[in-house]
Structure formats: C-alpha cells, structure tokens
C-alpha cells in the first residue's frame, strides 16, 4: 500500500545535539512539507520542497535543516541552535498539480531530556 | 501569510450546528480543509476551488468566496465523532500550504 512513513514515533534529544526526522513516501509524488505543532497549536511550516534538490524554507526554518536527494525521502534535522525543539512534527507529500490534497505521515513526537 | 480561522473554540451538543471560518488577507486560489484528532495526523475533509464553490461529504460542507478571501466550514447535526481540531490551509507561492491556528471543536452527548 502506497503511503508516507515516518519514523521513530518517539524521538529525544539531549541538549546540544542534532536529532534527524525520517519521513518517507511511496506515492511518487514531488512536493514535500514539514509541520511543526505545539500543544494545542497550529500546523506551522518549517520547510516544504517541489523537487529533488530543491527546498524553500517555511515559517519558523531557524535551528532546522532538510535535504531532498531523493523524490521519496525528505529527512528534518533538528539542530542545537533550535532551543525549544519540544513538538509534534508532522511530514506531507502532494501531488503539485493544483487541488490536489496533502497525505500526512504519523507524526514524531520529539522530547529534550 | 497564514489564513485566519474564527473561532478559536466551539462546544455543541449532539445534533447542534457549527459554523468554522477561514479568511486570508491575500488572494485565495484554493482553500483545504482538515480535521485532527489528538495525536493523530490530520485527516482530509474536502478542497475548495473556486469563488463560489460548495462542497460536501456528509454533514459537512463548505463554501468559498474567492471575493471576500473567505471559506466557511459547515457542520451539521454534530455527532459526537465530530469533536476534534479543525484546520483551513491554503498555498500562497510555489506550492507552499499554509495553515491557520486551529479551531478546536467539542461536541457532548
């Protein structure tokens, strides 16, 4: 079955150290995004991408960093420089063709010990 | 450049309607809608095209109008599955999908 994976589910981060998200998908499609949310909070945009080798940065892009060397994987590091990484990130894939809808992995929840 | 949604919280009783709005200070071209359960990805409802265009899937609809910059999100006699946090989103430059903060919805038996 076709879908966005993402992994690990939980994920901690010891102070001073870059964590890396995985999110992968099997849906051929080109656009990728990352989200962040906070408790209670909104999807916030962190960085999305159009294309292999390709990425813009989003909202709140300070203290992460993204790559896209393949069409399916789009990883989310979470540096040192972003003091407050405690979320919900939240990985999607689209089709880039207008109208088409977001298919959202599971989530990792990510904690600082 | 983000869409802003009204209100920020709603409770009902079962069978009540609701109302969710989502309005954007620059020109909408399209307008998604998700609801999301706590701790759980957001599950696609509907998207909205074009200035005028209703949508529905069950009870629930929306309308968008592409002159005001807004989209409505209607609920109609809530069941109690309907709780959860309700999410317009829309793109602004090159593919980009942006969210509003989130109205989050409770109905009680």
């Known amino acids: 079955d076709g879908g966005i994976t993402q992994s690990p589910k939980y994920l901690f981060r010891k102070e001073g150290q870059n964590v890396t998200l995985s999110c992968e998908q099997n849906?051929?499609?080109?656009?990728m995004y990352w989200y962040r949310q906070d408790p209670g909070q909104g999807l916030r945009l962190i960085y999305y991408s159009q294309i292999v080798n390709d990425f813009q940065k989003g909202d709140i892009a300070e203290g992460y960093s993204v790559s896209r060397e393949k069409k399916e994987s789009f990883p989310l590091t979470v540096t040192s420089a972003q003091k407050n990484p405690t979320a919900f990130y939240l990985c999607?894939?689209?089709?880039?063709?207008?109208?088409?809808?977001?298919?959202f992995g599971s989530g990792t929840q990510l904690s600082v010990l | 450049q983000q869409p802003v949604q009204s209100p920020q919280a709603v409770i009902l009783r079962e069978g009540e309607d609701a109302v969710i709005n989502c309005s954007s200070s620059?020109?909408?071209?399209?307008v998604h809608w998700y609801r999301q359960k706590h701790g759980e990805a957001p599950v696609f409802l509907m998207i909205l095209l074009k200035g005028g265009e209703q949508k529905g899937h069950e009870k629930i609809s929306a309308s968008f109008n592409e002159k005001k910059q807004q989209s409505s999100l209607y609920l109609t006699a809530s069941q109690l599955s309907y709780s959860g946090t309700y999410f317009c989103g829309t793109g602004y430059n090159n593919n980009d999908m942006r969210f509003g903060a989130g109205t989050r919805l409770t109905v009680k038996p």
């Open positions: 999607a894939s689209r089709r880039t063709a207008l109208g088409e809808k977001l298919f």
């Open positions: 849906l051929n499609h080109d656009a």
């Open positions: 620059k020109a909408l071209y399209s």
